[in-house]
């Protein structure tokens, strides 16, 4: 283990923690992560194994059956997970994405109903806000919730998109429109949590819920990505997060910030391993009579990758440690996720660059890096709405005296 991306003030149990996953990384991600990847086979085995060590209830609270962990034990654990394979990180994220939403903004039945299954990885989560015609304009949601004469159920109507896990989970936190008399539109979005049967097509528990398949994609295989189409699904009110409707934005928008957080900590990841390869590949192949991190380019190349490795992991460490102590971490959280993704595209391109002809090889790991890159400049909010809301707070901060 090399001195990039070490973090100070860790506590044994963090420490072990983190030593338990790199060790289980090491051993059962990383050699088979690109075999799978290619048969965009979903990493059954690999997920068992989260489950024993408790990653799926890493944050949630120990009264209910999770270890009750910090946002930076999470967010180092998930670096480590995705430094073996980016998709097996997203299997996690949106998990814990709504876990932390049900335990921060859910109803005490709610809490003790979904929490302890959620901690031991029973049933698993997925988040829902994105729809075909969305993008990143979180108003226009067109989704609609209806209420039905008796007041007791909603009827639901509509067709959401980018699911992760849709296929595989069992609950997820869908953002909805309901007519609450807001002139503002954010106050008439509601979320609701959808228990369901997990797989593919109509749903075998909730009537006129289809999961229609996977969705093909360029990289981040593995997971599951996909469409769900709601046509006249009743819930009953009672699967309002938190009981009462109107809140849903606020509620995804807390839940996308320590997202925010997360996806810094893959790009952090998935960086640190592209630096590996590249640095370890640079060490055996010769060129012109000497390896070629014997040659200037080469070296100067390493150092910048180096430099934006450490850069972004420690601002994805301030950001965690902003939110977990109790402060707003918007600002922080943006930044992080920002760089983190940006940084990451760079030094994934110089470790392939470095390759050369054999990084566009399906047999180098960087391949696949390659292809997974991209979708962290996308997750959790593109690099120009982070820049947009990082813009925002500093006029806050820095706002003249009228």
């Excluded at 047999?363 to 696949?368: A, K, V």
Aim: charged fraction near 25%; proline fraction near 3%.
């Amino acid at each position: 283990m090399g001195r990039l991306a070490q973090t100070e003030g860790l506590n044994e149990i963090q420490q072990e923690i983190l030593a338990t996953v790199r060790s289980f990384v090491d051993k059962e991600i990383i050699p088979v992560a690109t075999e799978l990847e290619h048969r965009d086979e979903y990493p059954t085995d690999i997920v068992e194994g989260l489950k024993e060590m408790g990653i799926f209830g890493l944050m949630i609270p120990e009264e209910y059956g999770g270890l009750g962990e910090s946002l930076l034990t999470y967010a180092l654990t998930v670096e480590e997970i995705a430094r073996g394979w980016m998709s097996v990180s997203g299997i996690i994220n949106t998990h814990f994405i709504v876990a932390y939403m049900i335990n921060a903004h859910g109803t005490q039945e709610q809490k003790d109903y979904f929490l302890p299954r959620m901690a031991t990885g029973e049933i698993r989560g997925a988040f829902s806000m994105s729809e075909p015609g969305l993008g990143s304009d979180v108003s226009a949601i067109s989704t609609k919730a209806t209420r039905d004469e008796s007041g007791e159920f909603y009827v639901l109507n509509g067709q959401k998109m980018w699911l992760t896990n849709g296929g595989t989970s069992s609950v997820i936190a869908c953002l909805v429109k309901t007519d609450e008399g807001h002139a503002s539109p954010y106050k008439n979005l509601t979320t609701f949590l959808i228990e369901k049967t997990p797989g593919f097509g109509p749903n075998e528990t909730v009537k006129g819920l289809t999961v229609p398949g996977k969705i093909e994609k360029m990289g981040y295989k593995g997971v599951d990505t996909t469409e769900l189409v709601l046509e006249d699904v009743k819930l009953p009110a009672d699967r309002i997060l938190g009981g009462v409707p109107g809140r849903g934005f606020y509620q995804m928008m807390d839940g996308v910030e320590v997202g925010r957080v997360n996806v810094a900590a893959r790009g952090c990841g998935v960086a640190q391993r592209a630096f590996e390869l590249g640095i370890r590949y640079a060490q055996q192949r010769q060129t012109f009579g000497k390896k070629i991190a014997e040659h200037q380019a080469i070296q100067f190349k390493l150092a910048e990758m180096a430099t934006k490795v450490e850069a972004a992991h420690q601002m994805m460490v301030m950001a965690a440690r902003k939110k977990d102590s109790g402060q707003r971490n918007d600002l922080e959280a943006g930044m992080a996720k920002y760089l983190a993704s940006e940084y990451c595209k760079e030094v994934v391109e110089d470790s392939f660059r470095i390759h050369g002809g054999y990084g566009f090889s399906k047999e180098y790991e960087i391949e696949r890096l390659y292809r997974e890159a991209p979708m962290l400049l996308i997750g959790e909010g593109t690099a120009e709405i982070q820049k947009m809301i990082v813009g925002r707070r500093l006029l806050e901060e820095y706002k003249l005296a009228e």
